[in-house]
Nanobody
Framework: QVQLVESGGGLVQAGGSLRLSCAAS???????MAWFRQAPGKEREFVAG????????YYADSVKGRFTISRDNAKNTVYLQMNSLKAEDTAVYYC?????????????????WGQGTQVTVSS
């Protein structure tokens, strides 16, 4: 089992920044980590992903150039640096882990999930 705990959400004005953290514990040999988000009334969507070993990243078009995903292997932690936030970024953000290598942007491809952290961007 892998346990994922997100932190760092909150309320920020449009144009501001936040950094989310996802601490992994347990059997921490996940091959691929990702951030998803779900806004009220909408389906959960892929935001960014990172291959644990190589650090290779992948982003949704909606956040490319504004968000940066990174990982700290020693701390078993994945980060999501969010800059130039917009009102449409408001959502609950989830950390997810999958045991297989490869970019997967659908939530069904992930084995483990965190509880989510709320990000609210005021306009």
């Amino acid at each position: 089992q892998v346990q994922l705990v997100e932190s760092g959400g909150g309320l920020v004005q449009a144009g501001g920044s936040l950094r989310l953290s996802c601490a992994a514990s347990g059997r921490t040999f996940s091959s691929y980590m990702a951030w998803f988000r779900q806004a009220p009334g909408k389906e959960r969507e892929f935001v960014a992903g990172i291959t644990w070993n190589s650090g290779r990243t992948y982003y949704a078009d909606s956040v490319k150039g504004r968000f940066t995903i990174s990982r700290d292997n020693a701390k078993n932690t994945v980060y999501l640096q969010m800059n130039s936030l917009k009102a449409e970024d408001t959502a609950v953000y989830y950390c997810a882990a999958r045991l297989s290598i490869g970019v997967v942007t659908t939530d069904s491809g992930y084995n483990y999930w965190g509880q989510g952290t709320q990000v609210t961007v005021s306009s």
